[in-house]
């Protein structure tokens, strides 16, 4: 592999695994680039460090959701990261680039957005960059504490591990497209918007909640692989696998559907499936689990008020990642949110 | 002051103003937003932690420098951070945006500038995020560590110091000032840029040297207050006397020349002294240091191999930042780089 072709030849993974290979190891660098975040040796601990760069028009749009949201949501994918490391948040840095003729009240919502975040993940907002950009660009990197012995990679998956989540998924690509569906006057779309069901979907979107505490839980509790689902379980499960060197195996009647995706499935000819794997962003954490640990890594979630798990799938000998159906296995790679490609997918037949 | 108006309106220092007030002092924050980096404490030590953004066509033009100097360059920038606080650093996370067209070589480029700067200045490239955008967007995020009672803050210059930076200055805008002349085929231009002064400035624009050295000497020898020349001499002596509530003076005569900034100006009809005030981007240091420790810094950094210094002006009761030239006082505020602003400025008269 080289440097030939465009970025979207290549494609954020053939990018990442590209830069993976010239990276060299780094003094006190215990993990680098490759999983949700990086883990830096520090006495007896760790520090863990992770950026997440956010655009306009690619991962949101201020038509569909306030800057207020935004902001917290942004921040909210940062400090999943964290979470997804089993790490506790530190602190906070953001930059911030937008064209001159931006509202500063614009400039203001985002803020109060991203400091309601901060606020109830216990992360300070401790600096920044305010520069120019022809559109709305935010940096986030957020900086946390890990225990050694005590992290969750994703490159740790065994085969006879269970595969398991820390709840149900697909609420926040049904929330968004719920909102783009009555923004643009499809029939019916906003008579569920305001409905219960509509509305979980659309707080799916709007308000994610990094796992944090079962991050934590989860670590403590012995389990060793674990990443954040933020592209969509499909390719999430499929990184996993290919880190782990592994292949994991999910069964579709087992992949848990958040409130409202059935709903908003329904109204917009949408599958359900399809949202719940190809649909990230709400930052439920994916892990692995040897089957007599499982007991305990519920009780601990439960006791710890971190809701339980749901078992999804298992590990196995081999490679790759892939949904077991009635009629057969699907490749689980092709679900999920990848850069520089065609965006997000609903399934193979949409890739 | 609210959130009235656009970004412009109220322009990078507005904006800054209004969201330190807005910001409410986190749990182990010792210093946050305001300052070149954050410091967090971290048991005897101190954590430091900075982020600048960088987008095409506002901080670099690869019609002007190649990817690989737009890489090193814009690290640079990240790394200067840490060496104003007098911090060493850890490591560095980078967000990179681009469109999908992009030749996934200026990406192969950009990463060995990147690279090349992580192993000058011993900071590993340790993490990122790879994502859409309609123009490249760089953002850097750098972590170091200092130790408490020896960190360097821009807030603390006191009337009666000395004011002083490391190195000559104005080399980075005379350097691109060349670059630009020489691409649009100004006469005399290339050949400039092949001379030993017009080479001198060019490397002052494409290979910037963060003065991390510097920066540890003279937190070691008991300066306290020091900031990079990042938008120019003018607007940061500006920001220092802000921050630590004094006035300072800068002499005109004693503002050093970098080599090549006299031939620029001449070939082109600049002001020397406003490429020299108005210039940033070369990372030298501004400190302010008391009379009777100045012979003690000097000698300090000439024992480490960092040069010496040069006394461009004092630290007075008051407030603002002033040039005294021959005919007066001019503010010195009106000269360098603000966002939202229009842009570099070369002297009041532009403003």
Chains 1, 2 share one sequence.
Do not use: N
Not at 163 to 171: D, E, I, N
């Amino acid at each position: 592999m080289s440097w030939e072709g465009s970025l979207r030849d290549l494609g954020e993974e053939g990018l990442l695994s590209m830069l993976r290979k010239r990276i060299p190891a780094g003094r006190g660098v215990l993990l680098g680039p490759g999983d949700d975040a990086a883990l830096l040796e520090w006495g007896k601990e760790l520090l863990c460090l992770t950026t997440d760069m956010y655009v306009e028009g690619v991962h949101f749009d201020l038509s569909l959701l306030s800057a207020e949201g935004v902001g917290f949501r942004c921040l909210a994918g940062a400090v999943s990261d964290l979470a997804a490391m089993g790490a506790e948040p530190l602190a906070v840095v953001v930059g911030f680039g937008a064209p001159g003729g931006v509202p500063a009240s614009v400039f203001g919502s985002l803020l109060e957005g991203i400091l309601q975040g901060s606020t109830e993940w216990d992360i300070p907002l401790v600096g920044g960059d305010l520069v120019s950009a022809p559109v709305l660009v935010l940096g986030f990197t957020a900086l946390g504490r890990a225990e050694r012995g005590r992290v969750l990679l994703r490159s740790r998956a065994v085969p006879g591990d269970l595969l398991c989540v820390t709840g149900p998924l697909g609420g926040a690509a049904a929330g968004l497209a719920l909102l783009k569906a009555a923004r643009d006057g499809v029939e019916g779309a906003s008579e569920l918007a305001s409905s219960e069901k509509g509305r979980a979907a659309i707080r799916a979107h709007a308000r994610p909640r990094p796992r944090l505490g079962a991050g934590r839980v989860l670590a403590a509790a012995g389990v060793t692989a674990a990443m954040d689902v933020s592209d969509g379980l499909g390719i999430d499960a499929f990184r996993m696998a290919r880190e782990s060197g592994v292949r994991v195996e999910i069964a579709s009647e087992r992949v848990p559907l958040a409130p409202g995706v059935r709903e908003v499935a329904a109204l917009l000819g949408l599958d359900p499936l399809g949202l719940a794997l190809g649909g990230g962003e709400e930052y439920e954490l994916l892990f692995a689990v040897a089957p007599d640990r499982l007991e305990e890594a519920e009780e601990a979630l439960r006791r710890a008020g971190e809701g339980g798990l749901l078992v999804v799938g298992e590990v196995l000998h081999g490679e790759g990642a892939w949904l077991r159906t009635a009629e057969g296995l699907a490749d689980l790679a092709s679900f999920g949110f990848e850069h520089y490609r065609s965006g997000r997918s609903g399934g193979p037949e949409e890739s």
